[in-house]
């Protein structure tokens, strides 16, 4: 299957910082974009979905001031999370999809954690 | 909308026991339907999928599902668990067009020795 990467893996942030997380398709295109976040023990729930070139839809719930995405070109997506807080910190999972494909692919994710 | 309830957030066997573990979805138009599996502080791996066809499914690992539309259900079974196979399991559903998928809360298998 294609390849999703997610850059960092892991990160720690003071309280009050920015951080961002890159999610790359290493050989596709991907046309849509999506991003999650997982809690301990818990299911995926959808952030936001992303097209190439468009603002991104969110979820209801999501705040997109707090949760900025960029999806500027076909193999790239970025989220970053502003003034991050302790209950921002998270697993945040991005996943890609191209133009004709069923599938989701997913990258292996990026554990938040705010001090 | 689709929705997915997994039936069981905790399921837990012997090694060599067959694994079940249950998903029924919830869509208006013909779903496409997938398993994941995640393993701790990792990203999701494709088991397997159904979008048309055969409405029973092999995947990787020795797993499989089968389609039943009349029951609204793609229920994952494996003959033999092996001690490997503990990890969380993921359904979900997504129809046509360009919606994202839609996860099932997970089901956690824990494999006996």
């Known amino acids: 299957g294609a390849v999703v990467s997610q850059h960092p893996s892991r990160v720690i942030c003071k309280s009050g910082t920015s951080v961002k997380i890159e999610c790359r ?13 997982q809690f301990p023990k818990q299911s995926l729930m959808l952030m936001a979905t992303s097209n190439e070139g468009s603002k991104a839809t969110y979820e209801q719930g999501v705040e997109k001031d707090k949760f900025l995405i960029n999806h500027a070109s076909l193999t790239l997506s970025t989220l970053t999370v502003t003034s991050a807080h302790p209950e921002d910190s998270s697993f945040y999972i991005c996943s890609a999809r191209g133009l004709r494909e069923y599938e989701q692919f997913f990258g292996p994710g990026t554990r938040l954690t705010v001090l | ?111 006996i020795a």
């Open chain 1, 25 to 37: 398709s290493l050989d596709f295109q991907a046309t849509t974009m999506f991003w999650y976040r």
């Open chain 2, 1 to 111: 909308a689709q929705s997915v309830t997994q039936l069981g957030s905790h399921v837990s066997v012997s090694e060599g026991a067959l694994v079940l573990l249950r998903c029924n979805y919830s869509s208006s138009v013909p779903p496409y339907l997938f398993w994941y599996v995640q393993y701790p502080n990792q990203g999701l791996q494709l088991l397997l999928k159904y979008t048309t066809g055969a409405t029973l499914v092999k995947g990787i690992n020795g797993f499989e599902a089968e389609f039943k539309k009349s029951e609204t259900s793609f229920h994952l079974t494996k003959p033999s668990a092996h001690m490997s196979d503990a990890a969380e399991y993921f359904c979900a559903v997504r129809s046509t067009g360009n919606t994202p998928l839609v996860f099932g809360k997970g089901t956690r298998l824990s494999v």
